[in-house]
């Protein structure tokens, strides 16, 4: 072969056009060669999740239509466990309970964690002392939590209702009172405030500064400021902490389940205290129904799908993302 | 193409999800509580021995485990650390690994045994030669689950009265107004003992000790919540709903039992500030082991001390404690045997009680004995311990008094169930949710239905 038959080949070829199925194997090439990688690199969470997460739902899912105590095999019973759950007055009890300390739990945590941030905001450079000593309350156990609520709201002689006395105020049995109970809590649960304390710190520090001197030369006020500026520019962030403490608080176990029914206390409880995880807990581990717990699960699941649709619907109206029309 | 490539996907996801399911569904299926185990008393046995729960590291424990393994010879002890975890237990028998030896509460081994996760002990207690006849009958009948003996009692529990000395006498009362011999005048006594600074209380009167102690109440007035056959729940009956009003009026006449918890609470109960030593508490039956705790950390602490009584005058405890159970599948049921005999036997006791005396000889404290299920065992620990002078001796005469008049329940395959029930019954009565008799009504349906169940469960097992 000789140089210049080599040229000719070449030029043969740059001339040669693609057929448009050339271009489409090409591309479907690529794009396999791109899904490999991809899932290459997703490997190690692709299978965490289906070992960890995808299996185990798809189990229980199966396990909720039988009747199973661990150690024999599980029997098909259908929707029975559904249909028991329907009329379980403990569950309706604990659901209750749950949707309750959900309810006030989220807004409460949500506005003291805002004006906490918005303090912050203004701390100058003591700012970021008083944010670590918000957060690491967070890394208490909620064990500990549990335990510690026992101490601090002790009716008797507890630091809070110490505290009130300097104020002529009568504290009531926060951790005895069945009336008391869930409000004691929910005030506990604030403990871990300091988490959405630095996101929403994070977001308004992210708040253009232009934006609030435009407000400033039209005469907003701060009040005005706030409703025009502050908060759709941080509502994001806003909306990210409702969905998620919605869902912790849906499922809120580790503290309750510590005072009121754990080791600590094996023979008094109070019902008020009984949420919907702890009685699942209950059925599953203390009374072996692991098919009714599963069912229960599931139930708890639904649940919580609604809530969020329901809060992504809403969101769409309030929250507002840069780049939105 | 394209759609016959996603049935097959379907089918197979399908197959997948089918077999795994099979798999995953791990269960006894029917083989729980067999027993392939040869048990010989005299065989050389070798092998693994792993025990779940126990968690002793005293020296009452200590000493009997060195007893224990050189009674096993060549077996290769491994003692999981920690209290027993249930789920780690269920879990280690689903996956079809169990330990080889349980140590539980014997208010577990009915729902346990029930479900097939321990096996009978007939044949270890024939094989290795266990003299039941030892045992307490209470002890037993509470591992005694359908005529099977499921467990080898270990520890016992037992309630003694115990009261305030100072405080009885500055009311001019004696012990014998709070032990439970007339309940009426344990109310009246409640209302002599107890003091409050503004209505926040500041001297609990009379604590029955609620909810945990409805059933010793209950046997005080010569009733009882479950039946002998732990078949029939009588949560509602005359004797259950007269000593939860009698313990809910004593706390209401203190402020409520939100109030005397709340007080009870905040004592440091395990340490000098406990309620005695702080003239808090004017009487309420505890566990025997608290004497103990006592006399270590308030020795002088003004106390006074009797059994609890029946409204007849005699002795009466509700009798609680551990035992040992072995597993279904466990791949050494004949060192587990053996195990749970040499633990359980005179010798081992008798090397406890002597560690435990030479300990607190070192100390310079009394000895003030232990509690077993074997009352030959309790008999000779008895005759080693020594006296610290009074109120002590009056607690631990006490102690075995009433560890000699003791009742229990037997196992059931609802044991859980019915114990939460009841206690649900006497929190909502004690919450100011419903009245004695409602909650007690409601409780015994409850109780009743988780027994029905859990009997009919058994039943179509063994069939």
Redesign the interface.
């Known amino acids: 072969m000789t140089g210049t038959e080599v040229r000719v080949d070449s030029a043969h070829i740059a001339r040669r056009t693609v057929t448009p199925e050339e271009r489409e194997r090409g591309r479907r090439r690529a794009s396999r060669r791109n899904l490999r990688s991809a899932l290459l690199f997703l490997s190690p969470w692709i299978v965490g999740f289906v070992v960890f997460t995808a299996?185990p739902m798809?189990?229980s899912a199966?396990l909720s239509l039988t009747d199973?105590?661990?150690?024999?095999?599980?029997e098909f019973v259908g929707l029975a466990n559904y249909a028991e759950m329907l009329n379980d007055p403990k569950l309706l009890l604990a659901l209750q309970n749950t949707v309750f300390f959900t309810a006030v739990q989220v807004p409460l945590y949500i506005i003291v964690s805002l004006v906490l941030a918005l303090l912050l905001d203004r701390a100058g450079r003591s700012s970021s002392f008083f944010r670590t000593v918000f957060f690491l309350p967070k890394m208490t156990p909620p064990v500990a939590v549990g335990v510690l609520f026992?101490l601090l709201f002790?009716?008797?002689?507890?630091l809070l209702n110490t505290v009130l006395g300097w104020f002529g105020i009568d504290g009531p049995?926060w951790?005895?009172?069945?009336a008391w109970v869930k409000p004691g809590l929910i005030l506990m649960s604030l403990w871990t405030i300091g988490a959405s304390v630095i996101i929403l710190l994070a977001a308004l520090r992210n708040v253009p500064e232009m934006l609030y001197e435009s407000a400033k030369l039209d005469g907003a006020g701060f009040w005005r400021t706030s409703m025009s500026v502050t908060l759709p520019m941080i509502s994001p962030a806003l909306f990210f902490i409702i969905i998620v403490n919605t869902i912790a608080g849906l499922q809120t176990f580790d503290e309750a389940y510590t005072a009121f029914f754990g080791a600590g206390n094996?023979?008094?409880?109070?019902?008020?205290a009984l949420f919907y995880v702890i009685y699942l807990f209950?059925q599953a581990?203390?009374?072996?129904h692991m098919g009714y717990a599963s069912a229960m699960a599931w139930g708890l699941f639904l649940v919580i799908m609604v809530i969020t649709a329901v809060q992504l619907i809403v969101s769409r109206r309030f929250v507002y993302y840069e780049g939105d029309r | 193409m394209y759609r016959r490539q996603a049935r097959a996907t379907g089918v197979a996801g399908a197959v997948i999800i089918a077999l795994a399911f099979s798999g995953c569904a791990v269960g006894t299926g029917g083989a729980a509580g067999s027993d392939e185990a040869d048990y010989d008393s005299e065989a050389e046995l070798g092998g693994e021995l792993s025990v779940m729960g126990f968690s002793g590291v005293d020296e009452v424990a200590t000493s009997r485990v060195e007893y224990a393994e050189a009674e096993l010879g060549d077996v290769d002890v491994k003692l999981i650390e920690g209290d027993l975890d249930i789920q780690q237990f269920l879990s280690a028998v689903a996956s079809g690994e169990p330990p080889e030896l349980l140590y539980a509460d014997r208010d577990q081994i009915g729902s346990l045994a029930a479900r097939g996760a321990i096996i009978p002990l007939e044949r270890c207690i024939d094989g290795e030669g266990i003299d039941m006849s030892e045992f307490r009958e209470s002890a037993v009948g509470q591992v005694t689950l359908d005529g099977e003996v499921y467990g080898i009692p270990e520890f016992n529990q037992v309630q003694v009265t115990m009261a305030n000395a100072d405080l009885l006498a500055a009311a001019g009362l004696s012990i014998d107004a709070v032990n439970g011999s007339d309940r009426n005048a344990m109310t009246q006594a409640n209302l002599a003992l107890m003091k409050s600074d503004g209505g926040s209380l500041s001297v609990i009167g009379v604590d029955p000790k609620m909810p945990e102690f409805l059933p010793l109440w209950v046997a005080g007035a010569d009733g009882s919540l479950l039946s002998d056959d732990g078949r029939t729940a009588m949560l509602d009956s005359q004797e259950a709903v007269d000593a939860l009003t009698w313990a809910v009026d004593l706390y209401d006449a203190q402020g409520g039992f939100s109030a005397v918890k709340a007080f009870r609470d905040s004592a440091d109960f395990f340490g000098e500030g406990n309620q005695f030593a702080t003239n808090a508490l004017g009487a309420m039956p505890m566990e025997q082991w608290y004497i103990n705790v006592l006399n270590e950390v308030s020795p002088d602490a003004p106390l006074a001390f009797d059994t609890v009584r029946t409204t007849a005058g005699e002795p009466i405890a509700f009798a609680g404690g551990s035992a040992w159970a072995i597993p279904s599948g466990t791949e050494n049921a004949a060192a587990a045997c053996r195990w749970a005999k040499a633990m359980t036997s005179l010798d081992a006791w008798q090397l406890a009680a002597e560690a435990r005396l030479a300990t607190r000889e070192g100390e310079g404290k009394p000895f003030t004995g232990i509690l077993t299920g074997n009352s030959v065992a309790d008999e000779q620990i008895r005759e080693m311990i020594t006296s610290g002078g009074e109120p002590w001796d009056a607690g631990v005469e006490a102690m075995y008094e009433a560890n000699d008049h003791t009742v229990s329940w037997p196992a059931s395959p609802a044991d859980a169930e019915f114990e939460q029930a009841m206690q649900d019954a006497v929190n909502s009565v004690l919450n100011g949710e419903a009245s004695p008799e409602e909650a007690l009504a409601d409780a015994q349906e409850t109780a009743q239905q988780a027994l029905d169940e859990g009997w009919e469960k058994l039943e179509s097992r063994e069939q």
């Open positions: 299996w798809i189990y199966y199973y105590d661990v150690i024999n095999i599980p026992l002790n009716g008797q002689n507890g049995a951790t005895t009172d069945p094996t023979t008094y409880s109070n019902d008020a209950q581990f203390e009374f072996l």
